[in-house]
């Protein structure tokens, strides 16, 4: 889909951003690029749609050089959403996102139900939100109209340059989850660029390492962190390799799907039987309409009470429960912040789907690192 062949940027005092850059984004790829500061990143970026010109080597889209199209018309067909969104502020959420679509001259009726498609997509209400001001949303409702933006016209790329830098980590976190989903329905081609290599290995189909404008490594996150090629990206992404392995594995694709439950109207006495066929301690505890997750109960609260609802423990699912689509390391650290040994997991709505153990995600952070050739410094001084 994407080609970098042998590019490089030069500045006219000398300096290479880039130097020989080579590698390829398939389409429908998540392509991140990431390294320390001044490392190319963003300037490779910008070349791909040309508001970086290229001073060595081709960019190709579709086997097509990018220096093929005039730039308006090359851009028009690239999506491109930043870190500070740049919306525009006399523009309404409508008109925001429509800018493409209009430059494109589309029906007034068919730019209406793309934006309506769109902000629904990134989870506003079009009815409570096309009509306001940017000043009127938050930062992270910002964010996701600067994403609707990108994908006004349906372009077959996307640039992403920091886009959730400017949101605080919570609301970040949500709109990591819920771009990974759009991902899944839009399929769309992305170059990502990130500084964070957390954000980098949980949004990344691969990761490009840059290095004072170099590619020093172009692996799935699996790879970079079990096969780090030198010292450099051994370091970059981090001492604690292993648990950012854990980033990689889905809670859903750990979890219990059979976790012991009951209902709230059940008896005490059915609430032991389910208890003791279990072999377990304790129980969730969900209601029988919704399946929703409504608390525990322990054997020894059922040995005590003879209601149920006296027994149970009643938490709401954000302060006892892991979404299913929530990552392996969220979870660790939820059960450890919490002083639990297994955990419900829950869907969006809350419903009880089934339950995962510390020990398993314990198990899954082990691994045995691969030895890092040694510096010549280190090799002479052992």
Partial sequence: MIEFKNVSKIYPNGFRAVSNLSLHVAKGEVVVLIGPSGCGKTTTMRMVNRLISVSEGEILIEGVSNQDLPPEELRRQIGYAIQQIGLFPHMTVSQNVAIVPRMLKW???RIRRRVDELLDLVGLDPDINRDKYPRQLSGGQQQR???ARA??????IMLMDEPFGAVDPI???????EFLQIQQTVEKTIIFV??????AIKMGDRIAILRDGRLIQYDTPETLLEHPVDRFVRDFVGADRQLKRLGLVSVRELMDAHAPYC?????VERARNVLRDAGVRSLFVVDRDDHKL??????EALAYYNSLIDAMHEALPSDIAVRERATAREALSAMIARGFRITPVVDREGRLKGSIRLEDLQTLAIFEPDEIPKTPTETASS
């Fill in 263 to 267: 209902y709230m109207d059940d008896t």
């Fill in 107 to 109: 029906e007034d009726e």
């Fill in 171 to 177: 609301t970040r976190e949500v709109l990591q989850e």
């Fill in 151 to 156: 994908l006004g016209a349906d372009p077959p």
């Fill in 294 to 299: 409504r608390g525990w109960v322990n054997q």
């Fill in 145 to 147: 109209v600067g994403v």
């Fill in 194 to 199: 990130t500084h964070d290599i957390d954000e």
